[in-house]
Structures are given as C-alpha cells and as structure tokens.
C-alpha cells in the first residue's frame, strides 16, 4: 500500500521558469515532511523540510508547501536550473514511529 | 563532522550467492542506522532499521537480514541472492529532528 504517491513520474521544464513537483499522502498521522534529490548512481540529498505546524517553508529558490486538509505537498523550484535536472522524492513520518515513507519518485529534466 | 560510509558501490552477484553491504558512520553516537532498498521505478523502500546494537526492526519479509555488531557499524546479508533482489541499496542515519543523511548506495546486480 503506497501511502506516499508521486502521480508525475516526469516533468520537463524551461530553464529560469518555475518547476511544481506535487505529492499526495493519505495516512493522517503523518505529519513531517521531507523533499530529497537523487543524481543517477548516488544516494538521495536532503532538500527542505516541513512540519505539520506549518504550511510552507523556504529555502533559497526552493519552497515546500503542505495543505494538510488535501493531504498535499508540493515543491516549488524558482527559478529553474539545468543543474535541478534530477529525481525529486517526497516523504512523509507520523508523530509516532522512526521510519519515513517515500514516493515513487517524479524526474525533472530542466531545459537549457 | 558526521559522515556515513558505504561498501561496496557497484556489485554483480549470481543467483544463488550470498550478500554482505556494509556502512559506517564516523561523527556521532548510538545513531538509528537504515538500510533501504530502491528498486527500478519504484521509490525507497524501508528494508531494516536499528536504534542499538543488537536490535534490528525489519519492514518488508524477505530473503535479505540485518546486523548491528558495533554501535556505527550496520551490515545487509544474504544467504543466497534471488533474482528479485537487484536494484539501488542504501544505508541511513537520522538525526533528531531532521531527516536521513544517506550514504552513496551501492548498485547491486543478480545475474
């Protein structure tokens, strides 16, 4: 049972304009959330975070928004870089318990 | 500083063989170690997590075991590799609060 879903398994944006990677998760219980990076034959990078106390957090040219009521999050990336090319997961972890729970995973190809 | 090391980063292995990865953190104390596994096109999944020496929690059933012999060091085995187990290893540490730092994963192909 997935319970973190990427339904964008890609997205190609221009260089300079904005990329929206979006995230879905349907177990109320979560309530931290993080985006991570992954390079091909590397290990994930820590992007942004966000609690569940919050609806948005920035960080540079990237913000993490979550709407807890649709059980959303989303990245947005501004602007867009050909270096951002990359796959983009999304995770979640309830209040209780050590584990994270990751999407599928949505690969952006930023266009020069 | 803390850092996480991870062994070996390419391996091709028959059917049948056996596994051993391994990780070590450097930089911090009684860590929570993670080992996850990405599979082609699917995300990270949750393999074994450990809080202690000794203690191994496993999330998914399958052919594949933990151990924590040393407080920073954590080790994925297999008696013998299916087919099924090919695909992208990684081993974790958290801090609290936060999130995982990885280590560089290694690509495991069973041939």
């Known amino acids: 049972d997935q319970q973190v879903k990427q339904n964008s398994p890609s997205l190609s944006v221009q260089e300079g304009r904005i990329s929206i990677l979006n995230c879905d998760y349907t177990?109320?219980?979560?309530?931290?959330f993080l985006w991570y990076k992954k390079y091909p034959a590397e290990g994930p990078t820590f992007l942004i975070s966000?609690?569940?106390?919050?609806d948005k957090n920035e960080d540079g040219r990237f913000t993490v928004f979550l709407n807890k009521s649709a059980k959303h999050l989303s990245l947005h990336i501004v602007p867009s870089q050909p270096g951002d090319s990359a796959v983009y997961f999304c995770a979640a972890s309830p209040y209780t318990g050590n584990q994270f729970y990751f999407g599928t995973g949505t690969s952006l190809t930023v266009i020069p | 500083s803390q850092t996480i090391h991870q062994w070996p980063a390419t391996l091709v292995q028959p059917v049948g063989s056996p596994l051993s990865l391994e990780c070590t953190v450097e930089g911090t104390s009684n860590p929570n170690l993670y080992w996850y596994r990405q599979a082609a096109g699917r995300g990270l999944q949750l393999l074994f997590y450990?809080?202690?020496?000794?203690?191994i929690s496993s999330e998914v059933p399958q052919n594949l075991s933990a151990s924590r012999p040393q407080d920073r060091q954590f080790i994925l085995s297999s008696k013998k590799l299916l087919l099924s187990d090919s695909g992208f290893y990684l081993c974790a540490w958290r801090e609290r609060p936060g999130g995982y730092t990885f280590g560089s994963g290694t690509r495991l192909t069973v041939v």
């Open positions: 177990n109320s219980m979560f309530d931290y």
């Open positions: 966000i609690s569940s106390i919050k």
């Open positions: 450990s809080v202690g020496i000794g203690q």
